[in-house]
């Protein structure tokens, strides 16, 4: 039975291993070694979302959508789909980021360096009981000088999962959530490895 757990432990690391990508495309990190705290920075821009093109045109879609089953609860849908990033998705990617870095992280008014993370997709997935599609995000990281703006480092992620154990994730909010806690454990990591 130990064999079995060990064996599907294993295939579950490998699948997330392949599914998620963080390349450094430039820049050294070095700068950061000796620093303890950073700013953080979230942006939405130019955000794709699911089959649209533009996250505008998937709000408006899905408003239509729920409003036609019941007045109102597009507007309470956007509402959600706009405060989950605050409440949710941001502190998610910041309480793993800050797990596997020696950074701590908010707005501090003297951080030499600020990390802006923009999402350029969003996959909400689904789960309708019989079928499901996981959520995925994909992610700009831009590591610059908080007072000058220059570029110290520019990082991409790919394909990170949001799925969670056990299938209870009907929420499209608990399912991009996971996306981004994914994405802050293991773009930390990586950010800390650099920093050897």
Same mark, same amino acid.
């Given at each position: 039975?130990?064999? @079995?757990?060990?064996?599907?432990?294993?295939?579950?690391?490998?699948?997330?291993?392949?599914?998620?990508? @963080?390349?450094?495309?430039?820049?050294?990190?070095?700068?950061? /070694?000796?620093?303890?705290?950073?700013?953080?920075?979230?942006?939405?821009?130019?955000?794709?979302?699911?089959?649209?093109?533009?996250?505008?045109?998937?709000?408006?879609?899905?408003?239509?959508?729920?409003?036609? /089953?019941?007045?109102?609860?597009?507007?309470?849908?956007?509402?959600?789909?706009?405060?989950?990033? /605050?409440?949710?998705?941001?502190?998610?990617?910041?309480?793993?980021?800050?797990?596997?870095?020696?950074?701590?992280?908010?707005?501090?008014?003297?951080?030499?360096?600020? @990390?802006?993370?923009?999402?350029?997709?969003?996959?909400?997935?689904?789960?309708?009981?019989?079928?499901? /599609?996981?959520?995925?995000?994909?992610?700009?990281?831009?590591?610059?000088?908080?007072?000058?703006?220059?570029?110290?480092?520019?990082?991409?992620?790919?394909?990170?999962?949001?799925?969670?154990?056990?299938?209870?994730?009907?929420?499209?909010?608990?399912?991009?959530?996971?996306?981004?806690?994914?994405?802050?454990?293991?773009?930390?990591?990586?950010?800390?490895?650099?920093?050897?």
């Amino acid at each position: 039975m130990k064999k @079995i757990f060990l064996l599907a432990g294993l295939l579950l690391a490998v699948i997330f291993a392949q599914a998620q990508r @963080i390349k450094k495309l430039e820049g050294d990190v070095g700068v950061l /070694k000796d620093e303890k705290k950073v700013n953080i920075v979230f942006t939405y821009d130019n955000m794709r979302v699911g089959k649209f093109a533009k996250e505008a045109d998937y709000i408006s879609a899905k408003k239509a959508e729920y409003n036609k /089953k019941e007045e109102g609860r597009g507007e309470k849908w956007e509402g959600n789909w706009l405060g989950d990033r /605050k409440s949710r998705y941001e502190p998610n990617f910041c309480d793993l980021f800050m797990k596997y870095t020696p950074f701590a992280v908010g707005d501090y008014a003297d951080a030499k360096y600020t @990390i802006t993370i923009n999402t350029t997709r969003t996959e909400p997935g689904f789960n309708i009981y019989i079928t499901r /599609k996981n959520a995925e995000i994909d992610l700009d990281i831009t590591i610059t000088e908080t007072t000058s703006k220059k570029v110290v480092a520019f990082y991409t992620v790919k394909n990170s999962p949001g799925r969670t154990f056990g299938g209870y994730d009907y929420d499209t909010g608990v399912r991009i959530e996971e996306a981004y806690a994914a994405a802050g454990k293991h773009f930390g990591k990586e950010l800390k490895g650099d920093l050897k």
